[in-house]
């Protein structure tokens, strides 16, 4: 699969832009805030209706305009995939596949798998267990549509047994069958997704352990691991358990919306003991996992975006990432840096076909 084609109008920083690609090597280099993170962010966004930095779909949008619109060419098992992502002030984003709108976000997604590596990952190991928790659903999810569906589902009955709780204090009342009814449904949804959660990082763990030793080329002891209150009991008796405390609270306190993951090195955590070139390897080893994930899970080898990549490794380390896709007949990779140079010199070592792109 390979975006051969992308074109911004109002998007960010670009009035209008049109970008042909390379189907295989493709280098976004200029000067510091000239829009190269914002070009991987627009494919970003073809491919999962977001924003990979910025949440708030109104900033996406030029400044004093009030509309972007994203279109991009796909080539995918030998088809072209036409996407188009836009959004008004004040209405809906829409996300069309060859013309024809999605009724619904979550069908879209998998659908053009994609890996991001950017400067910006260190959220996972510096941010809290939300941020770690939807890296999980956001690899999972490409690849398993049932999965985000019962996630969906989870979060819903999770806000109204929440409310639910809120409407007990609130009018000094409690009535333990509609409550009984939320644990049941809740326990059925986070049974479902702990499973899949264990099984989806003891397939992980493998293949980041050899990509971080393949990076840090050094023979430290990384740990990778997954936190769940559901390792510990059943959920329904852990949701009978807790009905005093949640009373108090007022929102469920147990649950796999509480899972977290834990990043250790030498046995201790990375974010309070690892140095930052270590945090680096964990971050990129961390993200190449995913993408061998993907690529095993999905038919389709992932587009890689690698934003900033020299910020993170010298350039053999980026030279060896490059070559991914060497091996891999039809990955597509985007990478931007400041220095046409340095990038030229590392994309000429894969002697494969690439294009440059002053911006
Ligand atoms: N909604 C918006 N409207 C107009 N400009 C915007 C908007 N959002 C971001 N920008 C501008 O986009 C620029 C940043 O672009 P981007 O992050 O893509 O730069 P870059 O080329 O990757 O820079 P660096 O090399 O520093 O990482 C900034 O000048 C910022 O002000």
């Given at each position: 699969?390979?975006?051969?084609h992308l074109s911004?109008?109002?998007?960010?920083?670009f009035d209008?832009k049109?970008?042909?690609?390379d189907p295989?090597?493709?280098c976004l280099?200029?000067d510091n805030?000239?829009?190269k993170?914002?070009i991987l962010d627009?494919?970003?966004h073809?491919?999962?209706?977001k924003?990979y930095?910025?949440?708030v779909a109104t900033?996406?949008i030029?400044?004093?305009?009030?509309?972007?619109?994203?279109?991009?060419?796909?080539?995918?098992?030998?088809?072209?995939?036409?996407?188009?992502c836009?959004?008004k002030k004040g209405s809906k984003?829409?996300i069309?596949r060859?013309?024809?709108?999605?009724?619904?976000f979550?069908?879209?997604?998998?659908?053009?798998?994609l890996v991001?590596?950017?400067?910006?990952?260190?959220?996972l190991?510096?941010?809290g267990?939300?941020?770690r928790r939807?890296?999980?659903d956001?690899?999972?999810?490409?690849?398993?549509?049932?999965?985000?569906q019962t996630?969906i589902?989870?979060n819903k009955?999770?806000?109204?047994?929440?409310?639910?709780l809120k409407?007990?204090?609130?009018?000094?009342?409690?009535?333990?069958?509609t409550l009984?009814?939320?644990?049941?449904?809740?326990?059925?949804?986070?049974t479902?997704i702990?499973k899949?959660r264990?099984?989806?990082?003891?397939?992980?763990i493998?293949i980041?352990q050899k990509q971080?030793?393949?990076?840090?080329?050094?023979?430290e002891?990384i740990t990778?691991s997954y936190?769940?209150?559901l390792?510990?009991?059943n959920l329904?008796n852990?949701?009978?358990r807790?009905?005093?405390k949640?009373?108090?609270l007022?929102?469920?306190?147990?649950g796999i919306?509480?899972d977290?993951?834990n990043?250790?090195?030498g046995?201790?955590?990375i974010?309070?003991?690892?140095?930052q070139g270590?945090?680096k390897?964990f971050?990129i080893?961390?993200?190449l996992?995913?993408f061998?994930?993907?690529k095993?899970?999905?038919?389709?080898?992932p587009?890689?975006?690698l934003?900033?990549?020299?910020d993170?490794l010298?350039?053999n380390?980026?030279?060896?990432?490059?070559g991914l896709?060497?091996?891999?007949n039809f990955?597509?990779?985007?990478i931007?840096?400041?220095h046409?140079?340095r990038?030229?010199?590392?994309?000429k070592?894969i002697?494969?076909s690439?294009?440059i792109?002053?911006?």
């Amino acid at each position: 699969m390979f975006l051969r084609h992308l074109s911004l109008v109002n998007y960010k920083n670009f009035d209008s832009k049109t970008l042909e690609f390379d189907p295989v090597i493709n280098c976004l280099v200029g000067d510091n805030g000239v829009g190269k993170t914002n070009i991987l962010d627009a494919i970003y966004h073809l491919c999962f209706g977001k924003s990979y930095f910025n949440p708030v779909a109104t900033q996406n949008i030029k400044h004093d305009t009030d509309f972007f619109v994203v279109d991009g060419e796909f080539e995918k098992e030998g088809r072209t995939e036409k996407i188009i992502c836009s959004f008004k002030k004040g209405s809906k984003k829409i996300i069309k596949r060859n013309g024809k709108a999605y009724e619904k976000f979550s069908e879209h997604i998998g659908f053009l798998p994609l890996v991001i590596i950017s400067p910006s990952d260190r959220d996972l190991i510096l941010e809290g267990s939300e941020t770690r928790r939807k890296f999980m659903d956001g690899v999972i999810s490409q690849s398993d549509k049932a999965y985000l569906q019962t996630l969906i589902k989870y979060n819903k009955v999770l806000v109204q047994r929440n409310s639910l709780l809120k409407y007990f204090v609130a009018n000094h009342t409690f009535d333990p069958n509609t409550l009984a009814i939320y644990n049941e449904q809740l326990h059925n949804l986070g049974t479902e997704i702990h499973k899949k959660r264990v099984d989806f990082i003891d397939s992980l763990i493998p293949i980041f352990q050899k990509q971080y030793a393949h990076i840090s080329e050094k023979d430290e002891q990384i740990t990778l691991s997954y936190e769940s209150q559901l390792s510990e009991g059943n959920l329904l008796n852990l949701l009978e358990r807790s009905i005093d405390k949640d009373r108090a609270l007022q929102y469920t306190s147990v649950g796999i919306h509480k899972d977290d993951l834990n990043f250790m090195i030498g046995g201790h955590p990375i974010k309070k003991f690892g140095s930052q070139g270590q945090q680096k390897s964990f971050l990129i080893a961390l993200k190449l996992a995913q993408f061998h994930f993907i690529k095993e899970q999905a038919s389709t080898t992932p587009i890689l975006l690698l934003d900033d990549i020299f910020d993170k490794l010298d350039e053999n380390r980026v030279s060896h990432i490059v070559g991914l896709v060497k091996d891999d007949n039809f990955g597509q990779i985007f990478i931007s840096d400041t220095h046409a140079e340095r990038t030229e010199n590392v994309v000429k070592t894969i002697h494969q076909s690439y294009k440059i792109f002053t911006l």
